[in-house]
């Protein structure tokens, strides 16, 4: 093509609109932006070439180019031309090879290794003859459009799915699903989890507070000074909770603190009591408190094992936790304990709200097929 002077151009109010669109969009990459705006000001006759010019940051003959182009192939010109690149070094074979060598355990090639890294993967895939060579930056391509990340892992507990297991689970979705009807019945649902042996932990060291270029430093070393109990019971149709502090986290004073922690709900016709089976929730003694002192007006309904996901007092203790007990300093025990009576009136003003849960019984079902499919 001969450099000619940049010329305004044609420009369908369709092609304006997906113009205007991608430079609404704040995920659009600024080259895309640039050729947008180029394509928008060169309809305009009246638009200055040189100024444009300084305002995108292009030359008059990228304007130049980029015009022809949208003249040849229409919108697509904003878009970067295909480009072959450079051949690949490395085979499919090849590359199928060091995918499955990252899906296997070291220990499975004579390795003592936990996990693998990108740069053991090559190490070891050049000695074991699966490629002549390669570098661990393309071992890290390899694993990325496979969608292989061996650096990383979670915990997992697989649930036993049985037909005990979906009768509880159903139980506590059923309550989940028909909050409000039960409401309307004089019915109440709540949920009860406890965060044991929480640390009193007092640093030997002032925390230095953040300033400009510099984030919060909090002292490593600490003293110990026990720990605490925390029992809290969520109300499930305003997100409030209610609290206490325990000596021991056993069925005894679970027992001497569930009174005070229902008091409010006495006038109920039934409450739906979820919780998980921790040992003092299932254990004999607390059964029989609970029969003698209330009888059918409580209603308990345990998660099953493995599954205490389902309590919604767990996602409270979660979200309790981020705000009044990560950085915590406390000088002793009993400050711990002080702290935590007095943040559960302000998490209920500032924070408590009922929880969006969306999970149902289908879900459940579709859920469990799947698993045993």
């Known amino acids: ?26 995920r659009t990459e600024q080259r895309l932006v640039r050729r947008g705006q180029v394509l928008l000001a060169m309809k305009n006759p009246k638009t200055v070439v040189s ?20 003249e040849t192939i229409g919108l697509d010109a904003i878009h970067d031309s295909f480009r072959s690149g450079r051949p690949r070094d490395i085979s499919a074979l090849e590359r199928v090879s060091v995918e499955r060598l990252a899906c296997s355990e070291p220990s499975g090639v004579g390795l003592e290794m936990t996990h693998w890294s990108t740069r053991s993967l090559a190490e070891i895939a050049m000695q074991r003859g699966l490629v002549s060579h390669i570098a661990h930056s393309t071992v890290s391509l390899i694993l990325q459009n496979a969608d292989l990340q061996p650096h990383r892992n979670r915990y997992w507990i697989t649930p036993t799915v049985n037909a005990d297991f979906l009768q509880r689970a159903s139980r506590i979705l059923y309550v989940y699903e028909r909050t409000e009807a039960l409401k309307a019945q004089n019915e109440i649902a709540l949920a009860l989890d406890e965060k044991p042996n929480i640390q009193a932990l007092q640093r030997t060291h002032p925390t230095q507070l953040m300033r400009s270029g510099q984030i919060e ?26 609290s206490c ?18 008091q409010p709900f006495y006038s109920f016709r039934r409450v739906h009591l ?10 004999v003694a607390t059964a029989s408190f609970l029969k003698s002192r209330y009888g ?16 919604q007092a767990e996602i409270l203790l979660k979200s309790f936790d981020v705000r009044y007990l990560q950085r915590g300093n406390w000088k002793s025990r009993q400050h711990l304990i002080d702290h935590l009576y007095n943040s559960a009136p302000e998490y209920n003003r500032l924070w408590a709200q009922p929880i969006n849960w969306s999970w149902t019984r289908r879900d459940l079902h579709n859920w469990a097929e799947k698993k045993s499919a």
């Open 245 to 262: 502090c325990l000596e021991k986290n056993d069925s005894e004073h679970l027992c001497k603190a569930l009174p005070a922690l229902l």
């Open 1 to 26: 093509m001969r450099r000619r002077k940049p010329k305004t151009i044609k420009l369908p109010r369709v092609d304006q609109r997906e113009i205007q669109r991608l430079l609404g969009d704040g």
């Open 296 to 311: 059918s007006w409580l209603k308990i309904l345990s998660t099953p094992a493995h599954a205490s996901w389902l309590n």
């Open 274 to 283: 979820i919780w998980d089976g921790g040992p003092s929730h299932t254990s």
């Open 51 to 70: 100024e444009l010019c300084q305002q995108v940051g292009m030359t008059r003959i990228g304007i130049w180019y980029l015009c022809r182009r949208y």
């Open 217 to 242: 430093r909090q002292e490593f070393e600490y003293e110990r000074h026990g720990v605490v109990n925390f029992l809290v019971l969520l109300n499930i149709y305003n997100g409030k909770m209610r």
